[in-house]
């Protein structure tokens, strides 16, 4: 697709993107929307909604929708890529960090600096169910759906593999 | 799903010998496959509770490192909690067995996409999974949100939402967004905290 290999600019990107990632995997979504969809055209809008979906769906960490990006752009080894290069910097950044912290001088700024990050993450993680509803919700009943989805999670304590079951029932019944 | 088992001859506070990489590998691949949706809550039933590799404030207070670094919390966790109990091996355990099942499972569920993808009971099927998954997003961020909103710090309130316009309407790219709004957060915050003391 471009001079570079696909495989190294699949490494960079999210070897430099997990870096970022304040918030986790969920923060980091507009951002992969960015790059996969608008900068790069590696996935069309709708299967990055699709993505995200599958790696909702399944189990382990949510991260792994890079691993589907991966593979669009480059099959197997690039799904492999992908993964490692989100999740292998930033674990042995932590695993560095540990062990800094493992010392008994008592800083303050470890707490400092995470209360600032909130507010940063909530509003990322804000833009990015933002980013995946305007994939998403193209007409009324699915709009109806996410909406309904949000105040049951939020109301109940409801298993959420439940609620994306029943989405996808609604959805194979064709009134999404 | 197999977190039934039963516990095992355990002393009633920690376990006494840590375990072996073996083990690490198997537990955190356990807890990850359990976890549909986020593993974090199978992650301290596992460590804490069944093999009691850590008590209750040290799983908190490691947790509480590995949410504010950045990337994936639970990545960062399984690599600062095996490290913790076995060194740099254990660390590595522990991720592998985190990542590697589901990583070959979501590597089928790709190919699985790439081939039937097009089909339109699939199509209609995955268009309403997404909402939901959408759905379960928004709820995740208002309970967030909830106690920020609480606390009616105008400055938390602002920064969130430069952000989210930021990212989720202008759509700038991440590292520029955060190269400016971290450190006036941090430079906020710090301040607002001296105000407090003095």
Redesign the interface.
Known sequence: MTGHSPIWSLISTFGLMSLFAVGGAAAAVPEMHRIAVEVNHWMTDKQFADAYAIAQLSPGPNVLIVTLIGYAVAGIPGALAATLAMCLPTALLAYYVSRLLNRPSQSRWPGLIQAALVPLSIGLMAASALVLAQSTDRSIAALLLTVMVAVMASVSRVNPLWLLLAGGVLGFAGIV | MSSGSAPAVQEPDLATAPPSLVALFLAFARM????????LVFARRAIVEQHRWMTADEFNE?F?????????????????FG??LRG?AG?VAA?AG??L???L???A???A??RF?DLE?LR??????????????????????MP?LKQADPL??I??????LA???L?L???AV?LV??PI??G???FL?RKVAA
């Open positions: 990850s496959l359990a976890g549909f949706g986020g593993v490691t509480a490192l590995c949410h504010f670094l950045p990337g994936p919390n639970i990545v960062n966790l399984s690599m600062v490290s913790r740099i660390g991720f985190l990542l099942p589901p990583t499972i979501m590597t569920l790709a190919i996409y790439a993808g009971v209609r099927i995955l268009a309403g999974i997404s909402c939901a998954a959408v759905g379960l997003l928004i709820a995740v961020v208002f309970r967030m949100m920020l938390a309130v920064l969130m939402l430069g952000v989210f990212i989720g309407v759509r790219p991440l590292q955060l709004a971290i957060s941090i906020l915050t710090y905290r």
